[in-house]
């Protein structure tokens, strides 16, 4: 077998997602109302989320159907190609096969719209008539941007400032595919408001504006939310990743010893890696790495506790790895792994050492990027060079080792709209920044007090 792209025919997209609830090692904590910190109903959440996704949020189930009318737009890009990195096996001398599978090819470029467009239709079946979110560097704002206008809802992005200002691309292509954007904190909501008069230069924060979102949606009764990571739902559509990947490599005859992704709010890093968290359940030895920045190391020096989604502490309060809803990340480049929290369902599993969790430095991130870009071809995405940095000390050290390794990496997407971040990187611009643990300490003493 000597194929460069390992390619699946549009009849095996899979027609299921796999919902790693029925694996994990202990059952999920209950998500909390943020006023009265009981678990929350269905019913508080209806407001917020369509029907059709509360239920798969709130499931056990372990495969739930994909709608014949997502599986029609994921033809449009999916199945996704996984690569064997051959050159770039080369050109580190490595014993390693190093493949990975490349979610860029989505119309947006990442793999943010495998969950936009079922988010859309669950939203569309449900009456919706607009939806309202936020977006950190773009990619997410840009993807259901477009699966809006592809099931006729209209959409409102409250955008990070400081991405509004250094992305005008990313705005444009919202704007193109219908999306009204507003710079966050913006003047539009009370939690926008608030900020803006304790602090008029504020930059934003993803935390203010996912507040900024909800209380649009929960103040209009045709509008509701969505959430580009972090959530059961999200994470459950984003499995095709691994399930396609895992088909490919049994058509390359190979199994991973390790399976990477990176992570912001986990949501690419449970894509590739769910599908493999099912065979290590059921005896398969494989090691299941997520990677995050040293700037936001949530999974490395956080707590695993329960804290409130947001900076406003109006979203749900749920138990995950958190530096505390009021972090206020330094400006990274790679603007999608700022989050101050991490997918519940990724935090169990690192609870319980199912995976395991690994910071790097940004400019290590870039000069592995350039590396594979000078290999490859394919010019990364600032936060999927954190998997590819991840990647390519894994072969090193398998190198070191004389020894030969299986390695899996998602390429979450490309980087064409981050350009900007490469010429700071080539000027020098850039620095590496190590979080500081007594500032997450100061933060921890923010969590909310809850009676579990
Ligand atoms: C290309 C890319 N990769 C990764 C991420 C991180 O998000 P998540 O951890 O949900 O995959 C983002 C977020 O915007 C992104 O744009």
Redesign the pocket.
Known sequence: MDETKILLPESQIPTHWYNVVSDLPAPPSPVLHPGTKKPVTPQDMLPLFPPGLLEQEMSAERWIKIPDEVREIYRLWRPSPLYRARRLERALGTPAKIYYKYEGVSPAG???PNTAVPQAYYNKIAGTRRIATET??G??GSSIALACKMFGLECTVYMVRVSFGQKPYRKSMMQLWGAKVLASPSDQTNAGRSILARDPASQGSLGIAISEAVEDAATHEDTRYAL???LNHVCLHQTVIGLEAREQLKIAGDYPDVVIG????????AGIAFPFVADKAAGKAVRIMAVEPTSCPTLTKGVYAFDYGDTAQMAPIAKMYTLGHDFMPPGIHA???RYHGAAPLVSLLAHHKVIEAKAVGQLACFEAAVQFAGTEGIIP?P??SHAIRAAVDEALQAKAEGKPRTILFNL??HGHVDMAAYDDYFAGRLEDFEYPAAKVQESLKHLPQVAL
């Open positions: 990442s793999h943010k950190g560097a990619q997410w580009g990571s972090v990176c992570h912001g709010g986990g949501s690419n890093f603007g999608g792994l995405a936060e999927s979450s997407g």
